[in-house]
Structures are given as structure tokens and as C-alpha cells.
């Protein structure tokens, strides 16, 4: 555990990647492959489910500290983050331990889940006493879900690479599903990512490992720029972008493997898409987008949701809500590993393929063509009724990289403008990391009714903390501590004197909002200064931005 404090305040004291990766492979090299299997897999974005309830770590931490409510409550809202204030209010620890990371999270941290409540306040407490100081910290983390370092998975994997004399690209395809929600890595498994490639990996006829995702890059370039940058559309394949769940379906060894983006496997979520790939001959890889499907068209990403939220899957919300993958890359045919093919002859196999298949839930993605950018910039301005986000510009040579990548090709995604409404700021609250000093998580709200309404309020209906540089920021900050009207722990409700234009990609009903309506990906696009707040918008602006 001392040598996972000690990387955690190494890799949070720079910005150097340089030095980040120096850190990185140090411990990697000293440390247990038990503890270096843990330690990767919560750097590498990995999170155990929650161990113990905040209310009461903050109960205990509080008692223990010898503080009434409000002065920890105070302390909690100048730190910003629950585990950094717990860990330096406590008193000092009056035990010592030798136990690694590996100890400390499978004998102590995990079985707190499995702990009757009248027994987890001991538990807790005799954990802590024998934490030194530099260690809470990360155990606090740990404990409440928050840990997060400054280092990419990339990082990550360029690390283990290094240690094990391998292709990173050989190492990211050993990450995927490394870091599932259930996981509990083992010395095994950590030896398994270091481990020279094997004839079995090589040829990976009967594993349901997929390949790493290849992901875009935003393209924002004014259109007059396209030919200089791109050259002619005949370059390039050109897809809508689809507002789904991306998805690998893996066909091998008489068996079907749905994998998400997230790395979460979710084949029994949608049966539909295992039987289909059932049919699939074996050796098969397909990249693509799980979307529901109904009247030969797309739906709204809110349809897919109420799939997403149900824990059982009847026959009637099958019928009801029938979904389909979206194919646009075959990675591998025959056993055979295509990444390396120019994209346009994946893409030929991959119709090919499907032609062959006649199944229902196997859908092509369509290709777009053009006769100039202004020509497709035309079929774009069609994306939001048809319920996608715009266009996937797709190198024509291009490989299947690994991740968000220029070096085989590259990918852009030339995405619609978002939709957009002027709201009042309401609520705020602390950042995290770097900005746990400030307040950057706002609360946004709009009128349920026109100006001239008697009574009219403002409805909260949307969250966001990015858009903001860091000068805005601090202003919007100085604003924030002088408008409060009252305190909810960490969140503070403010006189309303904020504007800001808010953007978002898509838009749905919803009845688990106070306002009725929920927003995708909501954002700040500015400040807006010049804009009273009796002048931002309705819920009925809101309304007329839904899907027809």
C-alpha cells in the first residue's frame, strides 16, 4: 500500500508525461504482480463497486475527528473532495502494517461490502489507525469510488509495454474487459498482459477477446477549408455518425461475445444480437453500433435507455423495443486479423459478409457519396431529424488503429452543431483534482413559463462543468461565493444572475425529471454577460426542440 501512496503522489505532483511514464514503470517494476494487477486496474479506469456508504464514512470520520457537524461540513466544503478531507482530519494512525496493495484491497477494503452494519463502524476504524497519512488518502479514494490520477490508459498501456518488451498494440487488446466493474485482478492476470505473445494469442481461434476500439477525432474545420485539409470526398468513406452504443460483436469456438466501448460485456443484454451472431461463420469480428431499430430507421438514443435501465428483458419490451447492430468494420474473417487492411477492402469483405448473412438484426451502415463537401454539408444538415449526431470521415488506406490515433489512418467525426438554450445558473458545486478549490459543477435552469407569466420560476434541467476556461472559471467562482443563498453540504443555491448558453447533443422526455425533459452531453458554449436573466429561456423554448 506504501508503494501505491507513493505513485499516486508521484504521478498527481506533475503534468510531464515524460515523468508520469518514468513513475509508472518504476512501481511496475518493484511491485508485486499482486499488487501490480490491482494497481493497474484502477489506473487504467477501473472501479469497485461502493464499499461503504458516504453518509456514513463522514459520520465515523467526524466522530473519530472530534468535530462538530458544521465544522466538518465547513471542512468538507473548503477541501472539495470527501476522501481528501477525511484523510486530513483524522487523528494520527497509532498502529503500523506491512501489507501491500493487494492485501489491503481483497482482506480489507473489499469484504466491508459483505460486513453487517453493526460491525463496519470496527471494521472501518481499525483500518484506519493503521494507515499512515500519505496512505488515507488513496484508501479514501478508494473506498468512496473518487480515485482518479492524472494518467490516461495509454499511459497505462505504453507502461506495461515497456515492462514487458512488447507491441502496445498487443497489450491494449490484453486490457479489454481488464477493468470490469466486477473484476478482481490476480497475480495470473497481471503476468497474462506482460507475458511474451503466445502461438494461442497469435492465432486467437476460441478466445471472446475483441480488439481495441479505433476511435475519431472532432473535426471542426470551416467547410470552405475541407478540400485543402481532406482533399476530395472520393477519399474517404463517409458514414452517418450514429447515436448508439458502440459495440464488437466476437464470433468464435461456436460461441457469441458482445463487447461495449466501455469494456463491459453485455451479450445478455441484447439476446436478439447473440442469436444473430450465431449464424456468423466462425472467426468473425464485426465493429458497429447497437441501436433500436423500428420502421427500416434509427430511433432515439431515449429508446435505447429504457432497454439500458431494466434489469429483466421480456418478450414484450423485445418486441416493443427491437434493437439492431449497425455494422461498419469487419476486424476479423476466418480467423484471419484484418486491422491491417486499407479500410475500404474491410469494408468490402464486411458487405460481402453481410449480403451473405440476410439476418434482421444485422444492418450495413450505410455509405454516403457526394459530388463536393458543399454537396455532403447539404445531406448533413438532415442529421438531427434523421436522430444522428453528422458524418464519420473514414480514410479510404486507413488501418484499424488502436484508440484515438493518427499514425494508420485516422478517422474524423464532422459532428451537427449542437442544439442550444439560454439558462440561469442555480446550483453549484466543487470540482475535483485540480479545481477542488473551485466552484465548477453547475446546476442550469429555465422558465416554466414566457416573461410576461405572474409567478413564473425557474426549472432546473440540466448539469455541466465543462466549456469554461480557467479565468472564467475563477470569475464565475468569486460570483458564486457572493450570491449564496443557502448550503446543501458540498452544493451551494445561488441568487439567480447567471447566464450562459448551453449546448447538448440530443434531447428527449423524460418523467424522471423535475422538468420533464432530459439533455445528452450538456455543455457551456459561453458566458453569456450581455443577457439578463428575466431573458433566458422556457421550458416551452425546451419543448419545441423535441424530436417530432
Given at each position: 500500500m506504501k508503494q501505491f501512496a507513493a505513485l499516486y503522489r508521484e504521478l498527481d505532483a506533475t503534468t510531464s508525461s515524460l515523468a508520469k511514464q518514468a513513475a509508472l514503470q518504476r512501481y511496475l517494476q518493484i511491485a508485486t504482480p499482486e499488487d501490480a494487477a490491482w494497481a493497474v486496474y484502477f489506473l487504467a479506469g477501473g472501479k469497485p463497486r461502493q464499499l461503504v456508504p458516504a453518509k456514513l464514512l463522514r459520520l465515523l470520520a467526524q466522530e473519530s475527528a472530534g468535530l462538530?457537524?458544521?465544522?466538518?461540513?465547513?471542512?468538507?466544503?473548503?477541501?472539495?473532495?470527501?476522501?481528501?478531507?477525511?484523510?486530513?482530519?483524522?487523528?494520527?494512525?497509532?498502529?503500523t502494517h506491512d501489507l501491500g496493495l493487494a492485501a489491503w484491497i481483497e482482506q480489507h477494503l473489499l469484504p466491508l461490502r459483505k460486513t453487517l452494519p453493526d460491525a463496519l463502524a470496527d471494521a472501518l476504524r481499525s483500518q484506519w489507525k493503521r494507515l499512515a497519512v500519505d496512505e488515507r488518502l488513496v484508501y479514501f479514494k478508494l473506498i468512496t469510488g473518487g480515485f482518479r490520477v492524472g494518467v490516461s490508459r495509454l499511459q497505462v498501456t505504453q507502461a506495461l509495454a515497456a515492462v514487458g518488451a512488447l507491441d502496445p498494440k498487443r497489450v491494449a487488446q490484453r486490457l479489454m474487459g481488464y477493468t470490469h466493474i466486477s473484476g478482481q485482478p490476480t497475480a495470473a492476470d497481471y503476468a497474462a498482459l506482460i507475458a511474451p505473445e503466445s502461438t494461442g494469442e497469435l492465432d486467437q481461434q476460441t478466445s471472446g477477446q475483441p480488439y481495441p476500439f479505433f476511435l475519431a477525432h472532432p473535426f471542426n474545420l470551416p467547410l470552405e477549408a475541407f478540400e485543402t485539409t481532406l482533399g476530395p470526398p472520393s477519399q474517404w468513406i463517409i458514414e452517418w455518425k450514429w447515436d448508439g452504443i458502440r459495440a464488437q460483436l466476437v464470433k468464435r469456438a461456436g460461441q457469441v461475445w458482445l463487447w461495449s466501448r466501455g469494456e463491459e460485456l453485455v451479450t445478455d443484454r441484447f439476446p436478439e444480437l447473440a442469436v444473430m451472431g450465431e449464424t456468423l461463420p466462425e472467426g468473425t469480428v464485426l465493429d458497429g453500433e447497437i441501436v433500436v431499430w423500428r420502421d427500416d430507421r434509427v430511433q432515439p438514443f431515449a429508446e435505447l435507455q429504457k432497454r439500458i435501465g431494466?434489469?429483466?428483458?421480456?418478450?414484450?419490451?423485445?418486441?416493443?423495443?427491437?434493437?439492431?447492430?449497425?455494422?461498419?468494420?469487419?476486424?476479423?474473417?476466418?480467423?484471419?486479423?484484418?486491422?491491417?487492411?486499407?479500410?475500404?477492402?474491410?469494408?468490402?469483405?464486411?458487405?460481402?459478409?453481410?449480403?451473405?448473412?440476410?439476418?434482421?438484426?444485422?444492418v450495413a451502415s450505410p455509405m454516403l457519396h457526394g459530388e463536393s463537401w458543399a454537396d455532403l454539408a447539404r445531406q448533413r444538415e438532415a442529421a438531427r431529424s434523421m436522430g444522428v449526431e453528422g458524418m464519420m470521415l473514414k480514410q479510404r488506406d486507413a488501418h484499424y488503429g488502436v484508440g484515438r490515433t493518427k499514425d494508420v489512418g485516422v478517422w474524423w467525426k464532422w459532428k451537427i452543431e449542437p442544439l442550444s438554450v439560454d439558462a440561469v445558473l442555480v446550483y453549484a458545486q466543487r470540482g475535483h483534482g485540480r479545481r477542488a478549490s473551485l466552484y465548477s459543477d453547475y446546476t442550469f435552469a429555465v422558465w416554466d413559463g414566457p416573461p410576461e407569466a405572474e409567478d413564473r420560476?425557474?426549472?432546473?434541467?440540466?448539469?455541466?462543468?465543462?466549456?469554461?476556461?480557467?479565468?472564467?472559471?475563477?470569475?464565475?467562482?468569486?460570483?458564486?461565493?457572493?450570491?449564496?443563498?443557502?448550503?446543501?453540504?458540498?452544493?451551494?443555491?445561488?441568487?439567480?444572475?447567471?447566464?450562459f448558453e448551453l449546448g447538448f447533443?440530443?434531447?428527449?422526455?423524460?418523467?424522471?425529471?423535475?422538468?420533464?425533459?432530459?439533455?445528452?452531453?450538456?455543455?457551456?458554449?459561453?458566458?453569456?454577460?450581455?443577457?439578463?436573466?428575466?431573458?433566458?429561456d422556457t421550458l416551452q423554448t425546451l419543448a419545441a426542440l423535441l424530436p417530432s
Open positions: 462538530p457537524e458544521w465544522l466538518f461540513d465547513e471542512s468538507y466544503e473548503a477541501v472539495g473532495d470527501l476522501a481528501e478531507t477525511i484523510s486530513l482530519l483524522l487523528p494520527p494512525p497509532d498502529e431494466r434489469k429483466t428483458l421480456g418478450p414484450k419490451l423485445l418486441r416493443e423495443i427491437p434493437v439492431v447492430l449497425l455494422a461498419y468494420d469487419l476486424l476479423e474473417w476466418q480467423g484471419r486479423d484484418l486491422r491491417a487492411l486499407p479500410q475500404q477492402e474491410r469494408r468490402v469483405l464486411l458487405d460481402d459478409l453481410l449480403v451473405d448473412a440476410q439476418h434482421p438484426s444485422l420560476k425557474l426549472v432546473p434541467f440540466a448539469k455541466a462543468y465543462s466549456g469554461l476556461t480557467d479565468a472564467e472559471m475563477a470569475r464565475v467562482d468569486a460570483v458564486i461565493r457572493k450570491t449564496t443563498i443557502e448550503s446543501f453540504g458540498p452544493v451551494r443555491s445561488v441568487r439567480p444572475t447567471l447566464v447533443e440530443g434531447i428527449a422526455r423524460s418523467t424522471r425529471h423535475k422538468s420533464g425533459i432530459a439533455v445528452r452531453f450538456p455543455r457551456m458554449l459561453r458566458w453569456r454577460e450581455d443577457k439578463p436573466v428575466e431573458e433566458a
